[in-house]
């Protein structure tokens, strides 16, 4: 398995925007799928976004983040980002990042694609 660890959250007002990083340490994520997942209160975890290892591939999973939410990456830092904008408080829970090793042009958003997660990182949006 891979090592993980989500950086950037916080406290945000809504209309706001954080940036996460998910750094990748033991593997590249070039040569990885990563994906984005959100666990709301009282509520299951959730796909948000992937992209695939050779990051030219993104898919959203969920519609609620579609057109706020974006995926990329730095190589050269071995990190993935997840930019969240105009952040609602329904955007409120602990956000994950997992990889899997898979190469090609294609990722997922289910939970059973990625076998490493991170510890997660918590995000709070409220007035």
């Known amino acids: 398995q891979f090592q993980l660890a989500e950086s950037g959250g916080g406290s945000v007002q809504p209309g706001g925007s954080l940036r996460l990083s998910c750094n990748a340490f033991?593997?590249?994520?070039?040569?990885?799928?990563v994906g984005w997942f959100r666990q709301a209160p009282g509520k299951e975890r959730e796909g948000l976004l992937c992209?695939?290892?050779?990051?030219?591939?993104?898919?959203y999973g969920t519609r609620s983040v579609r057109g706020r939410f974006t995926i990329s990456r730095d190589e050269h830092l071995n990190t993935v980002f997840l930019q969240m904008n105009d952040l609602k408080p329904e955007d409120t829970g602990v956000y994950y990042c997992?990889?899997?090793?898979?190469?090609?042009?294609?990722?997922?958003?289910?939970?059973?694609?990625?076998?490493?997660w991170g510890q997660g990182t918590q995000v709070t949006v409220s007035s």
């Open positions: 992209i695939s290892s050779s990051g030219s591939y993104t898919q």
């Open positions: 033991g593997f590249s994520v070039a040569y990885n799928r």
């Open positions: 997992a990889a899997a090793s898979a190469l090609g042009s294609y990722c997922g958003n289910a939970e059973d694609e990625y076998d490493s």
